[in-house]
Structures are given as C-alpha cells and as structure tokens.
C-alpha cells in the first residue's frame, strides 16, 4: 500500500467510528423510534467490556499484551464485521453486528466501496492472522477525551498500535454543545473528504 493511500484508509476507519457513535449518541434516548433506539442500545455494547479470555496462543502471539484490556476484544466483534458480505449472503440471522452497521450507513453506502470500508478493519490490523506476527491495532476507550489517537507500540508489546477511541458522555444536546440535526448530518455524510465534523462536541478518532 502506498503512502498515499494509508491515510487515507485511517481516515475513513476513523469516520465510520466516529458516525457510530454519533448513531449512539443521537438515538439511544430517543423513544419516539423504538427501533433505532433499540439500535443505538446494542451497538453501544460493543464500547463496553467484554469478560471472555484470549487463548494461550494468542496471549503468545501477543508478546505481553495487556488481557485486561477487555474493550479491544468487544469492539473488534463490531470491526471485524462485514455487512457488505452479509448484504450479499442474503442477511443471514447470525450476524448482528453486520445488520447494526447497516442500520447505521444504510444499504447504498455500504455496498459502495469508495464509500464504505467493509469490514472496517483487516485481519492483519485487528491481529486475527495465527500463522504471522505482525503490528496490528489494540483497541481502548478513552471516556475523557473528544479526541482519540493512535499510539506506537512500546517495548512490552512491540506490534501493537494503541488505538484509543474517544467515547465521551454525551453532553447536552442543544445549540450550545451539538443538536440532533448536526449528529444525524453527520451520520450521512460519505464524502470521503469531510473527515472532521463541522462541530466539535463529537468525537473522531482521525489523528
């Protein structure tokens, strides 16, 4: 891939996350759409810890990563989904982070892919490939911050990218922080060269 490319790339992995917790934040509240809530409720499952366990293979093929760190096994259920593939295989029952994702992009921008990275995350970047030991991403929630970013591995875990995501409380919606109209703008936005939200009340992870 080539250096013109790989921005590129991060940036729209780092869009889709923002646009889904902008879904989150605009409909987990909102009774007056039952399904969309129901939606935004699931999906913020994923931004939460998860209590299963790496296997002793992986804890090896990590070199020392940190196991506590239960978000970065949750959110790459939600990463490593394809809801291109699964649009095409006829909506399989099975996999409901594929359906949510297309809850939140919706049909057409999912099956185009100059508009929608499906999955958004590679086997080689979420660390899903056994047989090589390559850098990959080590996912966490910063719940202080509007701003994530991405940091480089250290010495105790030398192919793992920290890549933190900023999922901070919603602040009050209004004029004076983000209004409901700016966050669903936002969630429809496919323009590849909008990578920032016009406000700055919700969070991105494009650093």
Known sequence: MTQDVRP??????????????????????DESEPKKRKNALKLNTYFMKDDSKLSVEELLKRLGNQTHNKCDT?????????????LHDGKPDSDE?????????????????????????NSVELGDEKDIISPYYEFHIDPSSFIGELRDPDLETPFAF???????PRPELGEATVTKKQLEDWIKDDKNEDVYPSVPFIPVTTT
């Open 8 to 29: 590129l790339r991060v940036w729209r992995q780092g869009k889709q996350l923002s646009q889904i917790i902008a879904y989150i934040w605009r409909w987990a509240d």
């Open 74 to 86: 949750n959110l790459k259920k939600l990463f490593r989904a394809d809801p291109r593939k699964w």
């Open 97 to 121: 982070a594929a359906e949510l994702l297309v809850a939140v992009f919706g049909e057409k921008r999912i099956n185009n892919p100059d508009k929608y990275l499906s999955p958004m995350f």
């Open 162 to 168: 920290r890549y933190y995501v900023s999922f901070p």
